[in-house]
Nanobody, 124 residues
Framework: QVLLVESGGGLVQAGGSLRLSCAAS????????MGWFRQAPGKEREFVASISWSGGRTYYADSVKGRFTISRDNAKNTVYLQMNSLKPEDTAVYYC?????????????????WGRGTQVTVAS
């Protein structure tokens, strides 16, 4: 069992930045690839970014490429999402997730564990 707890969400003006954190506890964090997803009101949950267990490979949705950066610190059992140049359309609940499978990790079904999410609101 892996417990994931997100933090760092909040209200920010368009063009601003936020850094989300996801702290993991339970089984060996470094053996899991991690991902960030988001869900806006009335919309389906969508892939944002993923990172391999070592941090050597990262993948991004086209909508956030060049603005968001995913990283991880295995010594701290934490994965991060640095979000810059935020837009109102980035407003959503952001979830982190863990998976044992390899691959790009852009599909919800690939993930074994999920956090409860943190709200990000970008004001125009």
């Amino acid at each position: 069992q892996v417990l994931l707890v997100e933090s760092g969400g909040g209200l920010v003006q368009a063009g601003g930045s936020l850094r989300l954190s996801c702290a993991a506890s339970g089984r060996t964090f470094s053996s899991y690839a991690m991902g960030w997803f988001r869900q806006a009101p009335g919309k389906e949950r969508e892939f944002v970014a993923s990172i391999s267990w070592s941090g050597g490979r990262t993948y991004y949705a086209d909508s956030v490429k060049g603005r968001f950066t995913i990283s991880r610190d295995n010594a701290k059992n934490t994965v991060y999402l640095q979000m810059n140049s935020l837009k109102p359309e980035d407003t959503a609940v952001y979830y982190c997730a863990a998976r044992s499978a390899a691959g790009r990790g852009s599909a919800i079904g690939e993930y074994d564990y999920w956090g409860r999410g943190t709200q990000v609101t970008v004001a125009s």
